[in-house]
């Protein structure tokens, strides 16, 4: 007797179909390569990307797709060896002198020392929100995920899922934060020997080059622009095979997402023991007075 198959089965096989196709969009369905010269490629069948640095050049890509809110992961692994004077961006952002912008950049160093990671948030045309940290892995032997929640509330910054950061919309305190602009998701891979290691104390020894970064595993759940005006939410594209993708979140979980206690106490753990730079602390940067977000943010 011929087996039936149940509206749940048929459901639960219908969201399987959906998260293949999802998964199944490659690096070239997703973002163009868009300055240098041959040295950003797309490999693999799509699933890898790499930017190569040489004295001649750096190299950068883009999102074809631009998002307004949204959970943004990205694989990456960075420059190895003596990797000083170079900087892996990695970041969402917005046109014109009043962007919005979310930034991971990865600040190169000498071999053997970490790296710096830097973060900073952007509201129309305002920045200088930066808080480093170094990293507890080696970012250079293997992939790690690095995420960007962005939700109407929050702006959470993520490394293999750990929360590090946390900006919190507080605009009922007149605090601008971004959430009108779409953004395209941006990376590159150049040279920033006058301030990035060691506040440019430390130069590029091109002997070392070319220099690269490579890139896997890129997911959105997200709300994606569209002509016209107005935003396309729901399923989430990735460039990760289907045999090893996970599931899409269903459709809000991340629009509302906030960090539970557990979360926070993980993030305030991160940043006692790894953040090195906080805005919040530098009193002699501001000389009419600390931001007034530093005495509401997390």
């Known amino acids: 007797m011929a087996r039936r198959v149940s509206l749940l089965q048929l459901l639960l096989l219908g969201a399987l179909a959906a998260c293949s196709a999802a998964a199944a969009a490659s690096f070239d369905q997703e973002f163009d ?12 069948g799509g699933r890898l990307l790499t930017l190569t640095l040489d004295r001649t050049s750096g190299s950068g890509f883009q999102s074809r797709h631009e998002y307004l809110f949204g959970k943004i992961d990205m694989q990456l692994k960075l420059v190895p060896g003596n990797s000083a004077g170079t900087v892996t961006a990695y ?19 000498v071999s053997g020392e970490p790296y710096t990671l830097h973060t900073n948030v952007f509201t129309q045309g305002q920045g200088q929100r930066e808080q480093q940290f170094r990293l507890w892995f080696d970012p250079t032997t293997d992939f790690h995920t690095y995420s960007i929640l962005w939700n109407p509330k929050h702006i959470i910054f993520m490394v293999d899922d ?19 602009q779409p953004m395209r998701l941006y990376s590159s891979l150049w040279n920033a020997d006058d301030w990035a290691t060691q506040g440019g104390r430390v130069k590029t020894d091109w002997s070392h080059a070319p220099f690269s970064a490579s890139y896997r595993g890129f997911r959105a759940d997200a709300c994606v622009a569209v002509a016209g005006g107005g935003t396309r939410c729901g399923a989430a594209v990735g460039t990760e095979g289907a045999a090893g993708a996970a599931a899409p979140a269903p459709a809000g979980d991340w629009y509302n997402q906030e960090l539970d206690l557990t979360l926070q106490q993980r993030m305030r753990w991160v940043q006692r023991k790894y953040m090195i730079y906080n805005y919040c602390t530098d009193p002699k940067r501001y000389q009419q007075g600390l ?3 530093c005495s509401m943010q997390q």
Do not use: C, M, V
């Not at 390569?33 to 693999?44: C, F, V």
């Not at 970041?91 to 160093?109: T, V």
């Not at 750990?162 to 009108?180: M, T």
């Open 33 to 44: 390569i868009t300055w240098g010269d041959g040295r950003g490629k797309i490999q693999d």
């Open 91 to 109: 970041y969402l952002s917005s046109q014109g002198s009043a962007h919005d912008e979310i930034d991971f950049e990865f600040l190169g160093n």
């Open 162 to 180: 750990l929360p590090i950061r946390d900006f919190r919309n507080l605009e009922s305190k007149g605090i601008a934060f971004p959430k009108s």
């Open 291 to 293: 931001p007034a977000e």
